[in-house]
């Protein structure tokens, strides 16, 4: 059975960092890229970040560019996004997802962890 | 960037009704699309990809249809475990957009 379990999310004031990480259990973790996405209060989904299989492509919304890093761990079978300069607006659950496409490719989310909150706040 | 179109944004509808949901592309994706349901507090849950291929386990009652630019989303006879929010998703390329929501309400 594929588990997703986030954890790191909380309250941090404007400016400030915080890493959210996603132990993934019931497949082969280095053989499918992840994605994360999030939900602001009361909004959709906006997609945040991917990476591939390998680790060694990513891509990024260009609302956290330069501000947000994704990167995972084969060897730990968990998925991490480092998030600095955060703002009231990237308060939201964030959901960490795997992707079905595969190693080296991105295109839809067929399964979902239970979503960290992050609230951005003085 | 691809734009995802959904609507319309709220239907109120009974058990047993047809339900019908579209989402539109600003540019062609082929079939790259999925649908997914939503309930509160609840992750979404993937119910069609590509647009017209139904998740193993997602009830008959469920359909996708439309490539290019055009899909929809059919519900043939809602059921009371069907209220919900769906969203249509673009797989086609970077970033990954989603459509702004269909909110299905208990009439």
């Known amino acids: 059975e594929v588990q997703l379990v986030e954890s790191g999310g909380g309250l941090v004031q404007p400016g400030g960092s915080l890493r959210l990480s996603c132990a993934a259990s019931?497949?082969?973790?280095?053989?499918?890229?992840m994605n994360w996405v999030r939900q602001a209060p009361g909004k959709g989904l906006e997609w945040v970040s991917s990476?591939?299989?390998?680790?060694?492509?990513?891509y990024y919304a260009d609302s956290v560019k330069g501000r947000f890093t994704i990167s995972r761990d084969n060897s730990k079978n968990t998925l991490y996004l480092q998030m600095n300069s955060l703002r009231a607006e990237d308060t939201a659950v964030y959901y960490c997802?795997?992707?079905?496409?595969?190693?080296?490719?991105?295109?839809?989310?067929?399964?979902w962890g239970q979503g960290s909150l992050v609230t951005v706040s003085p | 960037d691809i734009q995802m179109t959904q609507s319309p944004s709220s239907v109120s509808a009974s058990v047993g009704d047809r339900v019908t949901i579209t989402c539109r592309a600003s540019?062609?994706?082929?079939?790259?699309l999925a649908w997914y349901q939503q309930k509160p507090g609840k992750a979404p849950k993937l119910l069609i990809y590509?647009?017209?291929s139904l998740q193993s386990g997602v009830p008959s009652r469920f359909s996708g249809s439309g490539s290019g630019t055009d899909f929809t989303l059919t519900i043939s006879s809602l059921q009371p475990e069907d209220f919900a929010t769906y969203y249509c998703?673009?797989?086609?390329?970077?970033?990954?957009?989603f459509g702004g929501g269909t909110k299905v309400e208990i009439k």
């Open positions: 590509p647009a017209s």
């Open positions: 998703q673009q797989g086609h390329s970077f970033p990954l957009t």
């Open positions: 990476i591939r299989g390998g680790g060694g492509s990513t």
């Open positions: 019931g497949f082969t973790f280095s053989r499918y890229a």
């Open positions: 540019q062609g994706i082929s079939s790259w």
């Open positions: 997802a795997k992707d079905d496409c595969g190693a080296d490719c991105n295109s839809h989310c067929d399964y």
